[in-house]
């Protein structure tokens, strides 16, 4: 009877510490798809990526939308110097979230941008 007892409580055990490692297993897993490197952000690199692949559909040359034209750094720079392009990708102050009638962008993608121009935005 002890015997039995025994065993199920080593079941018991068993069970629990495969629960957690399981449980640890999937965050160390989250934690990993979640990093975003955001040191020393390139405009050239990081940031024209960024802006072709949600961007540019929109805001190239003439046709721009509302005349706001992101296409390259000199002009994409008077959008950010006057807050506006921080403000419409992190959904805060008065200007229309971007990208324009689509999910807001990833948080990496959020955070290289602010973090570009928190780091002076340079024409890196
Ligand atoms: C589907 C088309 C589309 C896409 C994609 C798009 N925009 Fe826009 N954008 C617009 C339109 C339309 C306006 C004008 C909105 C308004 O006046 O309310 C606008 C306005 C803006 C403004 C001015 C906001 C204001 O309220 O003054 C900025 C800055 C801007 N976009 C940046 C971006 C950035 C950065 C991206 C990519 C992350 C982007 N847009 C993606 C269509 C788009």
């Not at 160390?28 to 952000?41: R, W, Y």
């Not at 200007?95 to 993608?109: A, D, H, N």
Request: aromatic share 8%; charged share 10%; with cysteine.
């Amino acid at each position: 009877m002890n015997r039995k007892l025994l065993l199920a409580a080593i079941g018991i055990a068993g069970f629990l510490v495969y629960l957690t490692g399981c449980s640890k297993a999937s965050e160390d897993k989250l934690a990993g798809t979640q990093t975003c490197d955001t040191t020393n952000v390139s405009y050239s690199r990081q940031i024209v990526d960024i802006l072709q692949n949600n961007c540019y559909s929109c805001h190239t040359g003439a046709a721009s939308s509302s005349g706001i034209d992101l296409s390259d750094y000199s002009h994409f720079k008077v959008h950010v110097d006057n807050g506006d392009v921080v403000s419409a990708v992190t959904y805060t102050g008065n200007v229309t979230p971007m990208p324009y009638g689509l999910p807001q962008l990833p948080s990496c993608e959020v955070n290289t941008i602010v973090a570009w121009v928190h780091q002076g935005a340079q024409n890196n």
